[in-house]
């Protein structure tokens, strides 16, 4: 079973300039999480759909950021206008929906490395 | 969510047991303590977590001290592919809503032949 995967695995853009990041979630997971970790500092949660709905974003930093999963399969994280700040690897996660089971661990895709000049 | 603090760093001879310590002393009780790590240049993965009472999987496993304020993750025989940071997360456990991580800094674990 293939796990998340993520494109690009580099990107390196100028400020100002818009980039788009896609995630696929393992087949069938409804939840799909972005994070992020800048330079430095520790991963942090983005937001978190259930299918195509945004149950939480309150890890987005500005309005720069839009997450899109249009259909509830994979999603893109859209940053635009890039400022420097925004470098860092973006994670993307997923797991299986809640059917009863008590904790559905995350599965982590390997990131993209954003580097805005 | 309860605040974690781990060691930043921790050394482990290859074969031996890595026995890395978390304090959750804060922790309340519906949280539960989950262990990921990062290997370097990829994502975070899950490794185990628990309530109170012992864990063990084909991973690892987790001892939980008795009063739940503090806990430590053993793997059994450290290899070279276990190094990585390691991170302790505690949280209520939450159905789709909420499910986020958080975390922390973690402690790197180097295994060292």
């Known amino acids: 079973e293939a796990g998340v995967t993520q494109f690009p695995s580099h990107s390196v853009i100028e400020k100002g300039q818009t980039v788009t990041l896609r995630c696929d979630p393992i087949?069938?997971?409804?939840?799909l999480y972005w994070y992020r970790r800048v330079m430095g500092k520790e991963i942090k949660f983005l937001l978190h759909?259930?299918?195509?709905?945004?149950?939480?974003e309150s890890g987005m930093p500005n309005n720069r950021f839009l997450a899109e999963r249009t259909g509830g399969t994979y999603s893109t994280l859209k940053v635009q206008p890039a400022e420097l700040e925004d470098s860092g690897v973006y994670f993307c996660a997923s797991s299986q929906e809640d059917r009863g089971r008590f904790y559905n661990e995350q599965f982590f895709g390997p990131g993209t490395r954003l580097t805005v000049l | 969510d309860a605040k974690t603090t781990q060691p930043p760093s921790m050394d482990c001879a290859e074969g031996r047991a890595a026995n890395l310590p978390c304090n959750h002393s804060t922790i309340s009780g519906n949280e539960y303590v989950y262990w990921y790590r990062q290997i370097h240049s990829q994502g975070p993965q899950y490794i185990i977590h628990?309530?109170?009472n012992n864990e063990t999987n084909e991973m690892a496993s987790l001892i939980i001290t008795e009063d739940r304020k503090s806990s430590t993750l053993i793997l059994p025989h450290a290899t070279l592919r276990d190094t990585a940071v390691y991170y302790c997360?505690?949280?209520?456990?939450?159905?789709?809503?909420?499910?986020?991580?958080?975390f922390g800094g973690g402690t790197r674990l180097m295994v060292k032949p």
């Open positions: 087949s069938g997971h409804d939840n």
């Open positions: 759909f259930v299918k195509e709905s945004k149950q939480d």
């Open positions: 997360i505690v949280r209520v456990a939450r159905n789709n809503a909420g499910n986020m991580l958080t």
């Open positions: 628990g309530l109170k």
